[in-house]
């Protein structure tokens, strides 16, 4: 884990070897993409909610070593003004607390608009997300003592809003983000069981967003962000012994 933090680090410096911008750039997204997919399945079944956040933080941390200066001496296109709108997806990872339900690996589909502003280090941006979610209930329901184990299904609408700290800006613009969210948590679906289970009801939360990505410009066609964020769903207005719901959530949207 080490050797490979200290690789991102040297991808993102240039300390050992003689790299373009360009080059760094493309060399660190498919590090991130390269990493992500071959610890995907380790990473959502075995990693716990502390390591997903050092996970986070260490990507954070990285970011920050990127010379912002030298990369603005070595890039020349600057994000033009004006909005920028873009849509995509991702997948991601949830936990929910201590509570009997476990997810696999889910899906996103979602959307994202960002106001540039000329020579300011910060954007804002809205965005809006639809995850897909599947996993299992494994306990004994409140209205019986017969343990149950069967699966899930459940659906939860993102709608947020916050702002990106561009650590450089041109080609290739990583940043700092903070997001505040707005999320309708949807009812939890069982499958047929003995017991007839009733679905958990949906709720509505307001949660907060905390991460980094990467804008890539591809001069005159598009604009690739790639995000990385851990996510508290139901940070604010949660009922009494409501479990935490988090959830570590990569996205990667085409921007026009």
Known sequence: MYFKFEMLICRLTGKKQNMSITDRGASFLCLIISEWIHYRKYMFNNYSEEKMKTLIMGIVIALIFIPTNEIKSQTSNEYSPGLNFGVGGGISGFSYGT??????????????????????????????????????????????????????????????????????????????????????????????????????PSISRTGMDFGGGVAIKIPYVFTIDASLKYAFLNMFGKAANEPQMNAVVFSLMLLF
Not at 150 to 163: E, F, P, R
């Open 99 to 200: 509570s009997n339900y476990s997810y696999n690996a889910a899906y996103h589909i979602g959307a994202k608009l960002k106001l540039n502003i000329p020579e300011s280090a910060f954007t804002p941006v809205a965005y809006l997300n639809y995850y897909f979610l599947t996993g299992t209930f494994s306990g004994t329901p409140l209205n019986t003592t017969v343990p149950v184990n069967t699966n899930i299904n459940q659906k939860i609408l993102s709608l947020g809003a916050g702002a990106e700290f561009k650590l450089a800006q041109g080609a290739f613009s990583p940043y700092l983000a903070v997001d505040v969210g707005f999320n309708n948590i949807g009812e939890i679906s069982y499958d047929q069981s003995p017991l007839n289970l009733n679905n958990t």
